[in-house]
């Protein structure tokens, strides 16, 4: 069964701090992956996407992921943080119609 | 383009009832999946359409059911409701490039369902 697991509950930084999400898979076949972003009272927004080729992407709002398939892991990152940033971010796995499988979610603190 | 539209934003319903929410994806997209998003369990897959037809159900009670139209809009809906199927509905809709690939799921901005 396909699993996703973010290790951090909430993370807390400065504001101009660089930021790194970790986000650990479990998937039979080649994942497809995702990161999306969640305001409170919204939906998610798709922060970026990995589904093959280079394994490090670029999104949205200066965010980049890094594929690792030795590690299984999908780690999000951005050099800066600015205080819009605070919010829950979702790592997310899953192709076709079996649905998306996300983490629990890691809840974003930025520090004045 | 317009994104995915959920309607309504707000529900208060009493144990008891059922509930009916609607769904319409991004224009050109067949594809719509549904999600229930609680405290306690996080974000949960529901189920799945694709051209009129459900390709995949997750882990919930029969209470649980779905349809899609010929214009891809979707509905769910909710039969006797519990207190814990008080949730964030969310529904999300891709434009999969055959019936058997994966594509980017966009999400609406949700449906809050208060079951008292």
């Known amino acids: 069964a396909q699993s996703v697991t973010q290790p951090d509950i909430h993370i807390t930084v400065s504001e101009g701090a660089s930021l790194e999400l970790r986000c650990n898979y479990s998937?039979?076949?080649?994942?497809?992956l995702f990161w999306y972003v969640q305001s409170p009272g919204q939906g998610l927004q798709l922060l970026l996407k990995?589904?093959?080729?280079?394994?490090l992407v670029q999104g949205i709002k200066g965010f980049e992921a890094e594929f690792k398939r030795s590690q299984s892991s999908f780690n999000l990152r951005k050099p800066s943080v600015h205080w819009s940033d605070a919010a829950e971010y979702f790592c997310?796995?899953?192709?076709?119609?079996?649905?998306?499988?996300f983490g629990k979610g890691t809840h974003l603190i930025i520090q004045p | 383009k317009a994104g995915v539209t959920q309607t309504p934003r707000y529900l208060i319903k009493t144990r008891g009832q059922q509930v009916t929410l609607s769904c319409s994806p991004i224009s050109g997209h067949r594809s719509v999946s549904w999600y229930q998003q609680t405290p306690g369990q996080g974000l949960q897959f529901l189920f799945e359409y694709f051209s009129e037809t459900q390709r995949n159900k997750g882990n919930f009670p029969g209470r649980f059911s779905g349809r899609q139209f010929s214009n891809s809009r979707s509905e769910m809906n909710v039969s006797t409701l519990e207190l814990g199927d008080s949730a964030l509905y969310l529904c999300a809709s891709s434009a999969p490039k055959t019936s058997g690939s994966a594509d980017t799921q966009y999400f609406g901005p949700g449906t809050r369902l208060t079951v008292l």
């Open positions: 998937y039979g076949a080649t994942p497809y």
């Open positions: 997310a796995v899953g192709r076709g119609a079996d649905g998306l499988t």
């Open positions: 990995y589904f093959s080729g280079d394994t």
